[in-house]
């Protein structure tokens, strides 16, 4: 088991190290047996539901808002602007061309064209308006869809969990973790499970002088 990649990994979980993510990649080896021995002291809490389901939190502490999720803020109201944002982020052209859509609709056609950039380019400030506040609107939201992303790209607590023990694999070998990326075709379940006892799973830790540790989370 490589201590320094280890320690990295509990870094990016906010675990138990006196120095911060990117200082540990450089760092002497003095210093990382040092971190080691600090990190056993404190060890970083894995929780697990009655499933088996491995959080790094008694909930699954997910995004508040597709906002905080995917890293965006909403575009300007010009019709410019919001073409722009549209042509670089898909999901923003989803919403937009919902709009549209919806707008056609209204004006009695059942089978628009498409363009949604030429009725943006000819629609007036209240159109305008209204486009952009779907879009904060969606940015202010989260769906299921969401929670499954948050899951497989490490942004919720069972995330945080899944993307540890994925890389961490020596670590999943001894504890039995089973990492699983959608239990059956055209599943949305993404999660590292524990089947084993709670108190042997912690006992395994202290035998190998590992700082990481098990805890009962929701059910």
Not at 15 to 22: P, Q, V, Y
Not at 111 to 126: E, K, R, S, V
């Amino acid at each position: 088991m490589n201590r320094r990649e280890f320690l990295q990994s509990l870094a990016a979980l906010g675990g138990a190290t006196l120095i911060n993510l990117e200082a540990l990649a450089a760092a002497p080896e003095a210093l990382i047996e040092a971190q080691w021995a600090a990190a056993v002291v404190e060890p970083t809490t894995f929780y697990v539901n009655s499933y088996g389901s491995l959080a790094t939190s008694v909930g699954y502490d997910y995004p508040a808002s597709r906002r905080e999720l995917y890293y965006l803020d909403a575009p300007g109201g010009s019709a410019d602007e919001l073409i722009d944002a549209a042509r670089s982020e898909c999901q923003f052209e989803n919403v937009v061309y919902h709009e549209y859509e919806n707008a056609m609709i209204d004006a009695g056609i059942n089978h628009p064209d498409g363009d949604w950039q030429a009725w943006l380019q000819t629609a007036d400030d209240d159109t305008l308006w209204s486009v952009q506040r779907a879009i904060e609107q969606w940015l202010d939201g989260i769906g299921y869809e969401d929670y499954e992303y948050a899951d497989l790209h490490g942004q919720s607590g069972r995330g945080e969990a899944l993307s540890f023990f994925r890389d961490e694999s020596d670590t999943a070998d001894l504890f039995g973790i089973m990492i699983i990326e959608g239990d059956c075709p055209g599943s949305s379940y993404f999660a590292a499970e524990l089947h084993m006892d709670l108190d042997e799973a912690n006992r395994l830790a202290e035998q190998h002088g590992l700082p990481i540790r098990f805890a009962a989370g929701e059910e």
